[in-house]
C-alpha cells in the first residue's frame, strides 16, 4: 500500500517518498496557519481607562442624540452606510471604531460642526510656540562666517 502525500497545493501525490511527503505536509500547515492568522481581524491596542470612559462617554451622547431624532439603529446604519453592529460599537465606545464611522456619524446627525470645537483652542500649544518664538537665539561663535 503506498502512502498518500498531501502535496502544497492540496492535491494527493502518491509518487512523493516519506521525507518529500513530510515537508510538504509542514509547508501546507505553515502555509494554512499563516493564512488563517492574516486573516483574523486587526487588533486594537489597550486603551487607557480615563480614555474608555470618554469614549464610552460618547457613544452613550451619540446614542441620546440618536434616540432625540427618533431614529433607528437600523435605519442610522443604513443612512451612515455601516452594519447595524458597527453602529452598536460606536455607541458603546468601542475604540476600534473607525473614525471617519463616527464623522458620517456626526454628520447624518447634524452635529459635524462640532467636529471644529475638538482641537480648535490648543491653549498649551500655543503657549509652548510662543515660548519658542521669545527665547533668543544662540550668539555665534567667533570666528564662524
Keep these: 500500500m503506498s502512502r498518500l502525500a498531501l502535496a502544497h497545493d ?42 474608555q470612559a470618554k469614549l464610552t462617554a460618547l457613544g452613550e451622547r451619540l446614542r441620546d ?4 431624532r427618533r431614529v433607528s439603529q437600523e435605519a442610522m446604519a443604513a443612512r451612515v452606510g455601516i452594519a447595524r453592529g458597527t453602529l452598536r460599537r460606536l455607541e458603546q465606545g468601542d475604540p476600534a471604531v473607525n473614525l471617519s464611522t463616527l464623522v458620517r456619524v456626526l454628520a ?38
Design 10 to 51: 492540496g492535491s494527493m501525490d502518491r509518487s512523493a517518498g516519506r521525507a518529500g511527503a513530510l515537508e510538504r505536509n509542514i509547508l501546507w500547515t505553515l502555509s494554512h496557519f499563516s493564512y488563517k492568522v492574516c486573516a483574523m481581524g486587526r487588533s486594537t491596542r489597550p486603551v487607557f481607562p480615563r480614555a
Design 108 to 145: 447624518v446627525l447634524g452635529l459635524d460642526a462640532d467636529l471644529e470645537r475638538i482641537v480648535g483652542d490648543d491653549a498649551i500649544g500655543r503657549r509652548l510656540q510662543d515660548l519658542e518664538l521669545t527665547q533668543r537665539p544662540h550668539p555665534r561663535k567667533r570666528g564662524a562666517v
Design 65 to 68: 442624540a440618536r434616540l432625540r
